[in-house]
């Protein structure tokens, strides 16, 4: 057999074990490739970027659900993270947290999950019961305080935010403002105070949540009761809302609105002005991952991006409390940051916000009917 004839009989064995070789190859890198949603969330490779934005690539989209108010800081946010991703259209759905978490649980139950992140107050709790998050870990989060990132990686913060009063400058002098949770008690202030019920998280449940955690829930329902004898109305509008009441006129004190409000309204010349108490509430607002994320490459992108100094900037430019502690609050709102006004803070954690005001709310039913 010549060289010839004996390279044309073994060719096709030849080209069949390179195929197949390469076939192999091929279908390792596919194999290594298909990573699942909680490998994607956990990625810690040193090819995380390329990794991450090479799926999102083939996603081209990722969905976020939100609680923030969206020309302020969500429509921002989300338009800065397309200009970084232009291959990522994003896309936003906003709503209160309590909407966000129907929302995700209806389409959790219909198997058709429409969210990637889901980002507001409160959230956490039951969307980590109802077994509906993702844990996952950022980078841009290792800098981050400890209490403000989930030691399980169910959530990580985005921002913070600071309860307090407001008051009708018109009708509260600077000097006759009460500067304590006992000056409210006060028989001058009866009928002149009114506080949101039935937002939950925040509003009077968190403020008698904020006093269980001061005092212990013996002293604080024992003032629970004298502050009932006040005459404190009930309003069932929002914090936001409740603020302009007292710009109006409607009402002298308003009680646990985010203290930012009256800032923001006072720079446009209404007779509004926050009246912090010490402790001074803190909540924060979390970043999760739907547990099912359809787009979980692009969805990891979008949580570093909000996380990043780059992202928080944008919540920052929205009159918001950045969470990442290498960005300063605005000059126009730090007048109610606690470490920059030295006064004390109380952080209540997404799981005490769950677990203690539910009996908030009993004792507001039960003393303020």
């Keep these: 057999m010549t060289s010839f004839e004996w390279m ?9 074990a ?5 076939f192999a190859v091929l279908f390792g890198l596919s194999q290594a490739n298909a990573l699942t949603v909680d490998e994607i969330a956990n990625y810690k490779g040193p090819d995380r970027q390329k990794v991450l934005e090479g799926g999102a690539r083939k996603e081209g989209k990722v969905t976020i659900y939100s609680g923030m108010i969206v020309d302020q800081a969500l429509r921002p946010m989300t338009e800065a993270f397309h200009k970084k991703y232009p291959f990522i259209d994003a896309e936003f759905w906003r709503g209160a947290s309590p909407q966000i978490v129907q929302k995700a649980l209806a389409e959790s139950r219909a198997g058709k999950m429409q969210a990637d992140v889901l980002e507001s107050t409160s959230l956490a709790p039951p969307l980590v019961r109802a077994g509906l998050a993702q844990h996952f870990h950022s980078p841009e989060s290792d800098s981050y305080p400890k209490e403000l990132v989930d030691p399980k990686g169910n959530w990580a913060s985005t921002r913070l935010s600071y309860f307090g009063a407001a008051i009708n400058t018109n009708l509260v002098k600077k000097d006759e403002a009460p500067k304590t949770w ?15 019920v039935g937002g939950g998280d925040t509003g009077a449940e968190l403020f008698v949540t904020n006093l269980r955690l001061l005092w212990g829930d013996a002293k604080a329902e024992d003032y629970i009761k004298k502050l009932a004898k006040q005459d404190v109305v009930g309003y069932t509008s929002s914090a936001r809302q409740l603020v302009n009441q007292v710009m109006a006129g409607e009402y002298a004190i308003a009680l646990n609105i985010f203290l930012h409000h009256p800032l923001i309204s006072a720079r446009k010349g209404a007779p509004v002005a926050p009246d912090p108490m010490e402790p001074i509430p803190a909540l924060n607002g979390t970043v999760l991952m739907a547990k099912k994320a359809p787009h979980p490459y692009a969805a990891m992108l979008l949580i570093d991006f909000m996380l990043s100094k780059e992202g928080q900037k944008t919540f920052l430019a929205g009159d918001y409390f950045p969470a990442n502690p290498a960005i300063e609050p605005s000059p126009e709102l730090r007048g109610v940051v606690p470490s920059v ?3 004390k803070e109380q952080f209540i954690s997404p799981d005490q916000v769950n677990d203690l005001n539910k009996k908030s709310e009993e004792w507001i039913k039960k003393y303020f009917r």
């Design 182 to 196: 006992n000056d409210l008690l006060d028989p001058k202030w009866k009928g002149k105070i009114a506080w949101r």
């Design 8 to 16: 044309r009989a073994w060719a096709p064995s030849v080209a069949r």
């Design 18 to 22: 390179v195929a197949g070789a390469g």
């Design 341 to 343: 006004i030295g006064m």
